[in-house]
Nanobody
Framework: QVQLVESGGGLVQAGGSLRLSCAAS???????????MGWFRQAPGKEREFVAT????????SYKDSVKGRFTISRDNAKRTVYLQMNSLKPEDTAVYYC??????????????WGQGTQVTVSS
């Protein structure tokens, strides 16, 4: 069983930055690099939406249009951790952010394991 634990959320003013981390455990150490990782978010009353994804080796990355140029996804396979650096945050980025592991893609269907989420609140 895979466990994903997010951290790094919090309250920040518009224009500020946060760095989210997601640590994976529960599987053979070397297998983390066999899976794509993604970040999704869910605001109150809205469906969970794609934010960013990174391929197994970290070469390929994709982003939601509204976060391009502001967010950066990265991974450290040696630490079994994926990151989401969020700069120039806007109030509309406010949501619970989830990391996920799976085959990849831009929808929730491509991911089998999910973390519990971390709250990001951006004040105006």
């Amino acid at each position: 069983q895979v466990q994903l634990v997010e951290s790094g959320g919090g309250l920040v003013q518009a224009g500020g930055s946060l760095r989210l981390s997601c640590a994976a455990s529960g599987r053979a150490f070397s297998s983390f690099s066999s899976y794509a990782m993604g970040w999704f978010r869910q605001a109150p009353g809205k469906e969970r939406e794609f934010v960013a994804t990174i391929s197994r080796g970290g070469i390929s990355r994709s982003y939601k249009d509204s976060v391009k140029g502001r967010f950066t996804i990265s991974r450290d396979n040696a630490k079994r951790t994926v990151y989401l650096q969020m700069n120039s945050l806007k109030p509309e980025d406010t949501a619970v952010y989830y990391c996920a592991e799976g085959s990849g893609g831009l929808t929730t269907h491509g991911y089998d394991y999910w973390g519990q989420g971390t709250q990001v609140t951006v004040s105006s």
